[in-house]
């Protein structure tokens, strides 16, 4: 398998470097191939503007969405864009390696899914979820925070951790067409004792070994909406 990690954390030392290491070792191990995209040692631009292209179908106007579908057939796209772009369609894996950000992914990892994952590649029209650009891939989150595991579940003060994420499980990796795992989380990271850290490290070995054979979670499937994305049972009863 090729494994692809995008990892974005500042902090060479940090815990989150030490999962993505973890995770290059192991996976290694276990004969694959991987690539890392190390978002701050690449000194990645998180910002989509209209610098990333080097031709323009509409000089006039920047939609940017199709001027990255146009640059990318023109060959014109930022250089920087294209290799991670030809590193996800290399993959067959995609990790996404980061510490949890106001319940979110950090703006530099939220800057390389905005540039990388473009229209006409990823998705376009109805090639959305199941009948995405990325399907028969499989993509898995690894994130650490601050909170507590008894703070994230169905009556949990932050209420469930997928909803927490969900504009980047479902709204980003599962509308691509990746086929989705559950994702890998280590809980309260910074307050926990070196033996709770590494406790962590053993599970996600563990999770390691099992990505090629983990159920994906579920999402919607385009063979149960019409033309016009309307639910075909629901379509029927109007
Ligand atoms: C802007 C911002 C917003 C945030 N928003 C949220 C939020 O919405 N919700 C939330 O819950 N949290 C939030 N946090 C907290 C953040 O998610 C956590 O601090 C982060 O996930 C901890 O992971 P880390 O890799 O940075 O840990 P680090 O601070 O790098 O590491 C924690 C400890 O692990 C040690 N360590 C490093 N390597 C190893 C190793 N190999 N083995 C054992 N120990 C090791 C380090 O020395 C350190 O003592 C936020 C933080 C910031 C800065």
């Known amino acids: ?18 999962l993505k290491d973890t995770a290059v070792t192991e996976l290694e191990r276990g004969g694959h191939e991987v690539k890392v995209s190390d978002l701050y040692a690449m000194n990645w631009n998180p910002v989509a503007s209209g610098a990333d292209f080097g031709s323009r179908a509409n000089p006039d106007y920047l939609v940017y969405a199709l001027e990255q579908r146009h640059n990318y057939e023109a060959g014109t796209i930022a250089d920087d864009i294209r290799e991670e772009i030809e590193k996800v369609r290399w993959c067959d894996l995609l990790i996404l390696n980061f510490p949890i950000y106001w319940f979110s992914e ?8 905005d540039r990388v994952m473009i229209s006409g590649v990823f998705y376009g029209g109805k090639r959305i979820y199941d009948r995405g650009g990325m399907r028969g891939k499989r993509a898995m989150v690894t994130f650490t925070l601050g909170g507590r595991e008894h703070m994230f579940g169905p009556d949990a003060i932050h209420g469930e951790i997928e909803s927490m994420l969900r504009p980047l499980l479902q709204g980003t990796l599962a509308y691509c067409g990746f086929d989705l795992l559950p994702p890998f989380v280590g809980y309260h990271v910074p307050y926990i004792s070196p033996e709770g850290r590494a406790q962590i490290l053993a599970d996600y070995r563990q999770r390691l070994n099992t990505v090629e054979r983990l159920q994906p979670l579920r999402f919607s499937s385009m063979d149960d909406f019409d033309d016009r994305l309307m639910p075909k049972r629901e379509a029927q009863v109007l």
Do not use: Y
């Not at 398998?1 to 030490?18: D, K």
């Open 1 to 18: 398998m090729n494994v692809l990690i995008v990892h974005a954390h500042n902090e060479p030392q940090s815990f989150n470097t030490a």
């Open 106 to 113: 950090p703006a530099i990892l939220k800057g390389w899914i």
